[in-house]
């Protein structure tokens, strides 16, 4: 059996006009060709599945997958009832479902498949099955959309899916359900009269084709959440689809991107576009966040919009500074134009301190922990079972910071040497102001160039280090 | 023509498990009585109405989504089957509802004479929401009052709190008007939790109660401030304090059912009667009734 794998994606809009009524406006007629144009690529593609991730299908409680094997009834859409009714039975992949279910929970997922007569399947995937799987020759797959899912569970979902399609050898199509902006006309229109909402919307929605145009679609996953505030009514908490669909192409930016229709429907922007995975030579990635393979729980999403209570309350506070768990401490490697300190802690790793190389010092990351005790100034940020703790990033930052000097001064130069530092923070949003505050005191006065991530986790129970570069002291 | 009568308004919220617990053969688990605070609730709200005369139902569940304003099913019946598309495993009913179609088309034609955008639902293969389902099975099981149902507009979404509450609040008013003019004697109802932050994760066991409780203290705070004012009649500060109480509490308020109520009763300065609150994994559900015949008495 062949590796299975994407064989292309697609994304189309929700409403149902383009099955229903597509005459009425030469917009809506020019999505509905589109959509026959992307059926057939599909049907000439040889896929063997179809994977929709549907907007329309909200659920509270993790993920839910679609599992009866052929689900029938009749659609009616909630707000475009007089259009007319969609009747539907659709041929689903219910071992596929289950499959992908038992992956979720392997990737730390909260998942359930569901098989119920009557079950009322949402808008966008009766819309999508009805027009790029016409004959229901394709077996497809759809899974819901957490309203509180945020990007980390959104890119796991799409990596356990990639799992099952890996494990069983399948061809599969990866389809997103979805409008652009999705602000509508809050009255009725005459079809004929038909605009995105805004120019404002309008901009930004060209804005999104032209990065998928050119295969960009991992540029605009890192958007995900500045396109939500611009031109999405603020009904979930994050434009997630394209975190989905990114995870489906492995977080690629050089697909072969094709915008095969861009149209209003009733004032939201509705685009059909076709991903090809392959690579177009185009855009490399600028910059990615956290690629994390597993769900260890939601980051507290509602207390970015300041709306819920702070849970720190509920950690413990650190009992010790010093710890004993971790990773095996090393000697620092010794080798020609390594630069090591007995007054630096311990590396977890086969690396000296440091290393010159003609007039510039590259230092190896650097943390907080305190040479000899191997003690986490401000505390470390979860116990030996993993437990969350209560930490002070400024202080953890401080001691980074004394740290480096000490490298520096070890090799004979100083804190005012450091040219270039990036700095990795476990997590971005409870710890930036400190470390910035910490930040502006010390290094921010000598004045290197600086780049600050946020990655999932360092190998000791820290929450911040740097990795630095020096001027290297003149040498005698 | 006598004139028509809101005899009561009630918030009477629709969490599936309401009916899930009832055991009906479908279900998977079997329950344990762990929503059973609420039930009795529903079933002392069920007591207090039982001598009460009316005629018709007026209800609005946030289940019911529409973007294009508002919304009225415009049929004499619907029936069908409605399955939760959140809690399928949870919720399964079959449903035969008759449609007062004479006093929605009245209350539809005020809204649109006082500049609402609204229209008639008409086509005979709608479902019916769940939210409305489970509200009208727990406030009349035997489905025997023709209803009126009204969508929720999401203009909370789309623009605030204060625009929809400006629009529930103007809807509430030509709702009461139709209502007065019809002769009818009439339950309003409002489907809707109070604070709404879910659970994200369940238990093994379906109702184990040791793990059932409010999401934060800030959301029981807001609850208990609600009810407060509920208890005290104090309605005006509940529509002063909707738009930080529908942000802060992520109330289900969101979707209008509160304010149109209120406005429904005319801002009403006596007390409503509290006969349950229970929170569902999470959210906070009261079961109040306003008896606006006992207002209308005392001031007489
Ligand atoms: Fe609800």
Redesign the pocket.
């Known amino acids: 059996m062949s590796e299975g794998g994407l064989v292309g994606s697609f994304i189309v809009p929700v409403h149902p006009h383009t099955v229903l009524v597509p005459e009425q406006n030469e917009g809506w007629q020019r999505l509905r060709n589109a959509f026959d144009e992307a059926a057939q690529r599909i049907k000439d593609s040889n896929a063997d599945l179809l994977v929709i991730y549907s907007t329309t299908w909200p659920s509270i409680i993790g993920h839910q997958i679609q599992a009866d094997p052929n689900p029938e009834w009749v659609m009616v859409d909630h707000d475009f009832h007089d259009l007319g009714s969609i009747p539907y039975s659709f041929n689903i992949d219910s071992e596929f479902a289950h499959a992908w279910d038992e992956a979720n929970k392997k990737r730390g997922l909260k998942s359930r498949t569901i098989n119920y007569t009557g079950f009322p399947i949402d808008v966008g995937s009766v819309v999508a099955l009805k027009l790029l799987n016409p004959d229901n020759v394709i077996p497809a797959v759809i899974v819901s959309s957490n309203v509180y899912a945020n990007r980390s569970e959104t890119t796991v979902l799409a990596k356990s899916c990639l799992d099952v399609i890996k494990a069983t050898g399948r061809k599969a199509v990866a389809i997103t359900a979805m409008s652009l902006s999705n602000r509508m006309f809050t009255t009725a229109i005459d079809p004929k009269d038909d605009k995105i909402h805004s120019l404002k919307d309008d901009e930004w929605n060209r804005k999104i084709l032209e990065f998928l145009g050119e295969g960009r679609l991992e540029d605009v996953g890192q958007l995900s959440r500045t396109i939500h505030k611009q031109i999405r009514v603020q009904k979930v908490v994050a434009f997630k689809p394209m975190w989905w669909l990114a995870g489906m192409n492995e977080n690629r930016n050089n697909l072969t991107g094709d915008v095969l229709a861009y149209e209003a429907i009733h004032g939201a922007g509705g685009a059909v576009v076709h991903l090809d995975p392959t690579p177009s030579g185009a855009g490399d990635k600028e910059y990615d966040e956290d690629d994390v393979e597993f769900f260890s729980g939601e980051r507290n999403v509602l207390d970015a919009e300041g709306d819920a209570p702070s849970f720190d309350a509920q950690i413990p506070e650190a009992q010790q500074t010093t710890t004993s768990s971790g990773p095996a401490l090393w000697e620092p490697t010794t080798g020609e134009s390594s630069v090591n300190s007995d007054a630096a802690p311990k590396p977890v790793g086969m690396y000296p301190h440091a290393r010159r190389v003609g007039d510039l010092l590259y230092l190896s990351g650097v943390g907080p922990r305190q040479p000899g005790t191997n003690a986490i100034p401000g505390g470390p940020i979860c116990d030996d079972q993993g437990a969350p703790l209560n930490y002070d990033i400024k202080a953890q930052t401080r001691a980074v910071v004394d740290n480096i000097t000490r490298i520096l001064e070890e090799a004979g130069g100083s804190i005012d040497d450091v040219l270039d530092v990036t700095s990795f923070l476990v997590d971005m949003d409870r710890d930036f102001a400190g470390y910035n505050e910490v930040w502006a005191d010390t290094l921010g006065k000598v004045g290197p160039t600086r780049t600050t991530l946020a990655i999932r986790a360092l190998p000791t129970p820290i929450a911040v280090e740097m990795k630095v570069i020096a001027r290297a002291p003149k040498e005698n | 023509m006598t004139q028509g009568e809101i005899v009561a308004g009630c918030l009477a919220p629709?969490p599936p498990h309401l009916v899930y617990a009832e055991n009906p053969p479908q279900n998977e688990p079997v329950a344990e009585g762990g929503w059973e605070q609420l039930r009795w609730g529903y079933e002392r709200l069920r007591e207090s109405l039982k001598d009460v005369d009316y005629d018709a139902i007026v209800l609005l569940s946030?289940?019911w989504q529409t973007y294009v304003g508002t919304h009225f099913l415009g049929l004499p019946n619907f029936k069908s089957l409605s399955v939760d598309p959140v809690f399928p495993n949870l919720f399964r009913y079959h449903y035969d509802l008759n449609i007062d179609v004479e006093l929605t088309r009245n209350i539809h034609d005020k809204a649109a004479e006082a500049g609402l955008s609204v229209k008639m639902m008409e086509n005979p293969d709608f479902r019916v929401d769940y939210?409305t389902i489970t509200t009208g099975h727990m406030f009349n099981p035997v489905w025997d009052k023709p209803l009126v149902v009204v969508s929720s507009n999401r203009s909370r979404d789309y623009y605030s709190v204060e625009v929809m509450q400006e629009m529930m609040i103007e809807l509430g008013r030509v709702t009461r008007e139709a209502i007065l003019e019809s002769g009818k004697k009439v339950v309003v109802l409002a489907s809707n939790?109070l604070s709404h932050r879910h659970f994200t994760t369940e238990s093994e066991i379906p109702e184990d109660m040791s793990k059932e409780h409010i999401t934060s203290h800030a959301m029981h705070l807001w609850d208990m401030r609600m009810i407060d004012y509920i208890r005290s009649g104090q309605a005006q500060r509940i529509l002063d304090e909707m738009p930080e109480f529908t942000e802060q509490a992520i109330a289900?308020s969101d979707g209008g059912g509160l304010s149109w109520l209120l406005s429904t009763l005319d801002t009403p300065s006596y007390p409503g009667i509290l006969h349950g609150y229970g929170t569902i994994i999470g959210t906070g559900n009261a079961i109040v009734e306003w008896p606006e015949r006992n207002h209308k008495e005392a001031s007489q």
């Open positions: 629709h946030p289940h939210g939790s289900e």
